[in-house]
């Protein structure tokens, strides 16, 4: 079982920085990782993803395009930690985020678009004004 606890949302002005963090309990070895978000009366969206096979040090990361270039994913397995770097916030990133978490065999493959993640965070809002 895999508990996931985010934190780091805020309020900030557009332009600003936040930095979420997600630290789980269980075991994610072989997991993909996300965050996601989702604004009042809009879909939830992926927004990053990160995913490390068990048996590789290679990661690999997807963004989604409206976030391309202004936010990182990375993750500390010393500290049991997915983050998420925002740097350049719009008003239009105004949403409450999400980690979560799922096998492969559950996705079928790791990226934003994947689907039937397993282990949800409760989210943390973030809130960006012009």
């Known amino acids: 079982q895999v508990q996931l606890v985010e934190s780091g949302g805020g309020s900030v002005q557009a332009g600003g920085s936040l930095r979420l963090a997600c630290v789980w309990s269980g075991s994610t070895a072989g997991h993909c990782m996300g965050w996601h978000r989702q604004a009042p009366g809009k879909e939830r969206e992926g927004v990053a993803t990160?995913?490390?096979?068990?048996?590789?040090?290679?990661?690999?990361?997807s963004y989604a395009d409206s976030v391309k270039g202004r936010f990182t994913i990375s993750r500390d397995n010393t500290k049991k930690a997915l983050y998420l770097d925002m740097n350049n916030l719009e008003p239009a990133d105004t949403a409450k985020y999400y980690c979560?978490?799922?096998?492969?065999?559950?996705?079928?493959?790791?990226?934003?678009?994947?689907?039937?993640?397993?282990?949800w965070g409760q989210g943390t809002q973030v809130t960006v004004s012009s």
């Open positions: 990160f995913y490390t096979r068990v048996d590789s040090a290679v990661s690999s990361t």
């Open positions: 979560a978490a799922g096998t492969l065999s559950s996705l079928g493959y790791c990226t934003v678009r994947s689907k039937g993640f397993t282990y």
